[in-house]
């Protein structure tokens, strides 16, 4: 099983004042209108923001206006940033409500303008075409069961296991309670383990 | 530890053994091991929840479109400058003209002589009804002190105004040198049109 270590969360609580951020220099040259500091706070962290608008969203299409529609905002608020938290915090909320309102607009019509072209979308860690072909089965029987669950739960799935935040920061992010935020990811993974654990043990006891 | 009190906790303890984690947590690591070490339910549970949690650690991302930051930085360019922030990043040939043509508006206006104002009903200063001039001369008096030279200085501010308007309306709109010599040239005729026009008259 990876073992992936993650930043330790702040010890301060949201709003007591500034935070430890990589980003903050170039966050501060954004405040005033520097553009190109802009584009590379987008380069940085664009990849997170459009996994996690593809995740909800299910759709290349509609996570790439989404992404862009993100930014606008952040560009936007950028002024009245003070950085009471770090960027990346700040930027996923604004992402997770932005995402999380374009698919109840969107309700009736995701599902017709679902993204089969997942597969050449993720990362493959594998090589050997034979291995590859193994890990893209997995990653479409993950993707598709994580995309069977409720929007709430695929959030605290892609906020804790793709972007790796810690439960602090994901308590930040989504203004809930960390109890709250453990419940969340506790029921996530029993539904999961329902949906993937079964068909994968039959695979096992029919070797 | 019962089941029902391991049960909620347990792919808690699973993710945070898989990401080496610990503090902050909602269970007792000894107790929870000691009973999944009596308990086949449980511990059959805990498999379950482990070959989810290695799943999920190699959960895959998506490669975002290789262009996706030069299309945000295209849309985002349609928002520049921040609305917040726009007089910093203001040209001087801008608000330099802007701030003239503000100084020169006030200027005119308090330099107009009260008895020029028109003269409607108003609300009351002072327990009368005030006429419109009145009212304005409460908020213009500490202004007219020193510009109080009645037509001339209206006429000199209008001026100023004018031309002020004119210097900010040439470097808002995008005009060429080109365009400028021709605006410049119409104007000068229809200057001289009028300058005839007042001689012939007298």
Same mark, same amino acid.
């Given at each position: 099983?990876?073992? *992936? ?29 520097? /553009? ?8 940085? =962290? ?20 989404? =992404? ?20 990346? =915090? ?75 935040? =810690?439960?602090?920061? /994901? ?23 329902? /949906? ?10 029919? *070797? | 530890? +019962?089941?029902? +009190? ?82 910093? &990043? ?47 001369? &409460? ?8 510009? +109080? ?52 008259? +007298?």
């Amino acid at each position: 099983m990876a073992r *992936v270590e993650r930043a330790p969360a702040s010890a301060a609580p949201p709003g007591a004042g500034a935070v430890d951020d990589p980003l903050a220099a170039l966050v501060e040259r954004c405040r005033h209108g520097d /553009m190109e500091a802009f584009e590379r706070v987008v380069a940085e =962290t664009q990849s997170g923001v459009y996994n996690l608008a593809y995740s909800l969203l299910g759709n290349h299409e509609e996570a790439q206006d989404a =992404t862009q529609e993100i930014y606008v905002r952040v560009w936007r608020a950028l002024p009245g940033f003070r950085g009471e938290a770090r960027l990346t =915090t700040w930027l996923y909320r604004i992402a997770v409500n932005s995402c999380l309102n374009r698919r109840r607009r969107l309700k009736g019509r995701l599902a017709e303008v679902e993204d089969d072209g997942i597969l050449e979308r993720l990362e493959s860690s594998e090589a050997n075409p034979a291995d590859v072909a193994i890990q893209n089965d997995r990653n479409r029987t993950l993707w598709a069961a994580v995309r069977r669950l409720p929007a709430k739960y695929q959030t605290v799935i892609h906020l804790f296991y793709q972007q790796q935040l =810690t439960y602090d920061e /994901m308590a930040e992010v989504l203004a809930m309670p960390l109890g709250t935020i453990k419940a969340q990811l506790n029921r996530a993974r029993h539904a999961l383990a329902d /949906m993937l654990y079964s068909g994968q043990k039959e695979q096992r006891d029919a *070797v | 530890m +019962q089941c029902d +009190q391991v049960q909620p906790r347990l792919s808690e303890y699973i993710a945070d053994m898989a990401s080496g984690r610990g503090g902050g947590a909602s269970y007792d690591a000894d107790a929870l091991e000691r009973h999944l070490a009596e308990c086949p339910a449980c511990r059959a549970e805990a498999e379950r929840l482990r070959y989810v949690e290695e799943a999920l650690w190699s959960y895959p991302g998506v490669t975002p479109p290789a262009t996706l930051t030069a299309d945000v930085m295209r849309r985002v360019a349609l928002e520049h400058p921040a609305p917040e922030e726009a007089w910093r &990043v203001l040209p001087w040939d801008v608000w330099v003209p802007a701030g003239a043509f503000l100084l020169a508006l006030l200027v005119a206006v308090a330099s107009i002589p009260p008895h020029m104002l028109p003269m409607v009903p108003g609300q009351e200063i002072g327990g009368t009804v005030a006429s419109w001039s009145e009212q304005v001369n &409460v908020f213009l008096t500490p202004l007219q002190g020193p510009v +109080q030279g009645g037509l001339l200085w209206s006429v000199l501010a209008a001026i100023l105004a004018t031309t002020a308007g004119l210097g900010l309306s040439l470097a808002l709109s995008d005009w060429s040198s080109d365009e400028v010599s021709a605006m410049e040239s119409r104007l000068s005729a229809a200057a001289s049109r009028l300058w005839n026009s007042a001689r012939r008259a +007298q």
